[in-house]
């Protein structure tokens, strides 16, 4: 605390400061003191004392508060669709779609080659789901937890669901490790075979240690 102001005078910002305007507060604070501080001043005892008014948080060039006051109409009151002078307007109108909105059924690539067909709008990246796995799911249900549909020949456009393969993840992690996910499905699904004896193999060895 600076040695200029005694803790009756932090005393009084305490009691005070709570919701109180700065520049009612500084009034106050010169009148029951008999002094002629500036209310950037007794803003920084405030600040360096580690009160805050919980009010006036943003100001203007010489400390002035911003927020509105009461009774105070905005500038934009009624105007719908602008935010400030000159600004065209740019929020969506009732209806309106975005500029990539794409029907339900569209088909795009994403970042990791895979085809994605759009089946819902609402939920973001949840609208998309693999065209792969529906087409997977069509002839065989939903993907159980903790597995994958793989393309059996590698080919990430080749839908045939005779090239379509379910794979645990586990599965996965051995076929990727050996790179026993060949250019043909039934060499793939005999890398799959080669998987699960070396994640029994492993099993092992991790139970002897």
């Not at 990430?156 to 990727?176: A, E, H, W």
Request: glycine share 12%; proline share 5%.
């Amino acid at each position: 605390m600076n040695n200029k102001y005694t803790q009756e005078h932090i005393d009084f910002l305490k009691a005070n400061i709570k919701g109180c305007p700065w520049r009612e507060l500084a009034d106050k604070f010169n009148k029951h003191f008999g002094m002629n501080l500036k209310m950037s001043t007794v803003m920084s005892v405030a600040y360096r004392n580690g009160l805050k008014n919980g009010r006036d948080f943003r100001f203007k060039e010489g400390y002035i508060p911003t927020q509105f006051k009461k009774g105070h109409t905005p500038w934009n009151k009624g105007k719908k669709g602008i935010s400030y002078p000159g600004m065209k307007a740019t929020q969506f109108k009732p209806g309106h779609k975005a500029h990539n909105w794409v029907p339900i059924g569209s088909e795009r690539v994403n970042g990791d080659g895979y085809t994605d067909v759009k089946v819902r709008d609402g939920q973001l990246q949840k609208n998309w789901k693999g065209k792969h796995i529906l087409i997977w799911e069509e002839h065989n249900g939903p993907v159980p937890p903790g597995c994958a549909v793989i393309f059996g020949d590698g080919n990430r456009r080749n839908f045939d669901p005779g090239n379509l393969i379910l794979v645990s993840r586990k599965q996965l992690v051995r076929l990727n490790q050996g790179r026993l996910i060949q250019g043909d499905a039934e060499l793939t699904k005999t890398g799959i075979i080669i998987a699960d004896i070396l994640n029994r193999i492993g099993e092992k060895r991790n139970r002897k240690l």
